[in-house]
Nanobody, 120 residues
Framework: QVQLVESGGGLVQAGGSLRLSCVAS????????MGWFRQAPGKEREFVAA????????WLSDSVRGRFTISRDNAKNTVYLQMNNLKPEDTAVYYC?????????????WGQGTQVTVSS
């Protein structure tokens, strides 16, 4: 059973930074694609960032490229989303996801989400 638990969300002023963490159990992250989605109130879910299981492919949406970075610590089985220069439009619930090699964007398993709120 795969379980993903996110943390690190909160309230921050525009221009600030947050780092989201996602700890996985039941799966060794280094063998799977990992990603982050977000969903703002009244909006569709948006694919934000991901990297492939082999590390050869990293993807960031246009809306966050240059501000967000996705990374992982295999020893801790943890994935991170470093978010810098946050904007009010980044306010959303952020979800960590994972999927097998052929699943792109990775969306087979989801965490419960963590709220990020950016004030202007």
């Amino acid at each position: 059973q795969v379980q993903l638990v996110e943390s690190g969300g909160g309230l921050v002023q525009a221009g600030g930074s947050l780092r989201l963490s996602c700890v996985a159990s039941g799966r060794t992250l280094s063998n799977y694609n990992m990603g982050w989605f977000r969903q703002a109130p009244g909006k569709e879910r948006e694919f934000v960032a991901a990297f492939s299981w082999n590390g050869f492919s990293t993807w960031l949406s246009d809306s966050v490229r240059g501000r967000f970075t996705i990374s992982r610590d295999n020893a801790k089985n943890t994935v991170y989303l470093q978010m810098n220069n946050l904007k009010p439009e980044d306010t959303a619930v952020y979800y960590c996801t994972t999927g097998t090699g052929g699943n792109w964007p990775p969306d087979e398993y989801w965490g419960q989400g963590t709220q990020v709120t950016v004030s202007s």
